[in-house]
């Protein structure tokens, strides 16, 4: 396998790695009872000390390195991803895995890191993006729309998933800026374990945590997994095919998901998962959102190309 199809291969298995992970949260939450503050705490917490173990001596430098002002700016970051990562699980539990996917980190995620970038980063918007963003709020529309009813449906699920998007966004426009400066992988780890302790120690601090017996602390721990498994993957696409194709692939992740729920319901029929109102309008609407993902990522890779052009010119 040559190096290109070896990144599309570790990026798409990122994708469905993600989409069984929404999955699992939606079957913890609704099928094994598990607090959402615990579902949304502990696997990120198990997934950030796990790759702040790949390269221990390369951590250690890190975290040395860090500094009060370096750990001030891991904390709002940390914040920012356990709130997201809060909503976004409580909002699994409401509306669906599929649904919150797709209405999510599918495609509102991706506006808002556009926007984002524009007032933050001083990017300006091209006609292309503007396009592409026209296509991501059309995708999120007809992911809302009541096939019973001809309007739109907005109740706590679907604000909870968008809230969790913009948090989200906030977070990985933060971390653009944050990797000027520091190295990616333990960045990525501690982010991670940030973001899992301020969930569990609000939740503990608020009284909201119910605690689970053995069963549950194992279920958590396997879906611990997911997070660096996720990470791994994506972050190991990024130098064989560049971000742009990588985040363009990425997004396939909610039209997945919906296949994971189809996959799971196959095998347990009986499983407490909830499925979009319509499969087709859901996929439909996850196909135009993935359509302006690529268009707001086409022009950052002619970009790029035009980067390395001039760079062989000099």
């Known amino acids: ?11 798409l298995m990122s994708a469905a790695v993600v989409a069984f992970e ?31 173990g790949i390269w221990p001596r390369r951590s250690k430098d890190f975290l040395r390195g860090l500094g009060v002002p370096g750990w001030a700016k891991m904390f709002i970051l940390g914040t920012l991803v356990g ?17 919150e996917a797709i209405l999510g980190g599918g495609s509102s995620e991706v506006l808002f890191i556009v926007l984002l970038s524009a007032v933050f980063l001083k990017e300006r918007l091209t006609r292309i993006e503007a396009i592409g963003s ?51 992988t333990p960045l990525s780890g501690l982010e991670l374990v940030i973001s899992g302790g301020v969930v569990l120690v609000v939740g503990a601090v608020a009284g909201l945590i119910t605690w689970p017996g053995s069963w549950g602390w194992i279920v958590l721990v396997m ?5 660096a498994a996720s990470l791994g993957s994506y ?9 742009s194709l990588t985040s363009v692939l990425f997004a396939l992740s909610g039209v997945m998901t919906v ?19 319509s499969v087709a309008l859901a996929v439909i609407g996850g196909v135009v959102a993935f359509v302006g993902v690529y268009m707001l990522n086409r022009r950052s890779g002619e970009k790029a190309s035009d980067a390395k052009s001039a760079e062989g010119e000099i």
């Open 1 to 11: 396998m040559d190096v290109r199809r070896a990144g599309i291969a570790a990026v």
């Open 22 to 52: 929404s999955v699992a949260v939606e079957g913890a939450l609704n099928i094994a009872d598990i607090d959402v503050f615990l579902v949304s705490a502990v696997p990120p917490l198990i997934g950030g000390l796990i790759l702040l």
């Open 83 to 99: 709130l997201g990562v809060l909503l976004w699980f409580d909002a699994v539990g409401r509306i669906g895995a599929s649904k």
């Open 134 to 184: 026209v296509l991501i709020v059309s995708g999120v529309l007809v992911v809302l729309m009541n096939t019973s009813e001809v309007t739109l449906t907005i109740g706590p699920g679907e604000a909870e998933a968008i809230l969790s998007s913009f948090l989200l966004g906030a977070s990985a426009v933060y971390t653009a800026h944050l990797l000027r400066d520091y190295d990616l």
């Open 223 to 227: 879906i611990g997994l997911f997070p």
């Open 235 to 243: 972050n190991a696409a990024l130098p064989r095919i560049g971000a």
């Open 259 to 277: 296949a994971a729920q189809l996959i799971v319901l196959a095998f347990a029929p009986d499983a407490e998962i909830m499925l979009p109102q």
